[in-house]
């Protein structure tokens, strides 16, 4: 079947960083997407890897292994205005998106 | 600008009513989608439409019915026969095949009175 597991929730401090992990098992794989969601509101993407490797997009990075199904989401200099989920999505061999159930992130002063 | 309008933003049902949740995009997009969301739970995917004309049933569509008359309109019937309608549904939009582009609505979020 197709699996992504990422963690349900996790605390962090303001000015930290926290990293995201997500690990996926999809019957094909066309490129792997982290989103944001506040409560209430529209998911809005944040990266796309499609390659191994690291993607650096301000304070936000992504970063995937194909071998092993696996990606991290990096959040630095963390702000309040980041508490929201994160949700990991991968695309399958019909480019349809599979999605994460999401990690609730909380920023603590 | 370009996007997707989904209408209402609040809806409430009474149990056995037939409700519609409205999703109009302009940005010419070939591809939308339907999806539902439950508290701890990923978005799940309810109906798609590659093309006008022609859907296709997702993981969750029983108690569900959509049609796609017009590129930019995809309205998704939420059916008496849906036994647990109360949710967050939002509809999304992407080019066509084999690329991306997902751009989603701001969502409905259905209550079952």
């Known amino acids: 079947g197709q699996n992504i597991d990422q963690p349900t929730e996790m605390t962090a401090t303001e000015g930290a960083i926290v990293q995201i992990n997500c690990t996926y098992q999809t019957s094909g794989f066309n490129g792997l997407f982290w989103y944001q969601q506040h409560a209430g509101e529209a998911p809005t993407f944040l990266s796309y890897n499609v390659l191994d490797g690291l993607e650096e997009k301000g304070r936000f990075s992504s970063f995937l292994s194909r071998s092993k199904g696996y990606s991290y989401l990096l959040l630095k200099e963390l702000q309040m205005k980041d508490s929201a989920s994160y949700l990991c999505?991968?695309?399958?061999?019909?480019?349809?998106?599979?999605w994460g159930a999401g990690t609730k992130l909380i920023i603590k002063p | 600008d370009g996007g997707i309008t989904q209408s209402p933003k609040y809806l409430f049902r009474k149990e056995g009513q037939n409700v519609t949740l409205s999703c109009e995009q302009n940005?010419?997009?070939?591809?939308m989608y339907w999806y539902r969301q439950d508290p701890g739970q990923g978005l799940r995917l309810i109906y798609y439409?590659?093309?006008?004309?022609?859907?296709q049933k997702g993981d969750i569509a029983e108690g569900y019915s959509v049609s796609r008359e017009k590129k930019e309109s995809f309205p998704l019937t939420v059916t008496s026969a849906q036994k647990n309608p109360t949710a967050f549904y939002l509809c999304?939009?992407?080019?066509?095949?084999?690329?991306?582009?997902?751009?989603f609505g701001s969502g409905t979020r259905l209550t079952v009175v």
């Open positions: 999505a991968v695309g399958d061999s019909n480019y349809q998106l599979i």
């Open positions: 940005l010419n997009h070939d591809a």
């Open positions: 439409s590659q093309i006008v004309n022609d859907f």
């Open positions: 999304a939009s992407n080019p066509g095949e084999q690329v991306y582009g997902y751009t």
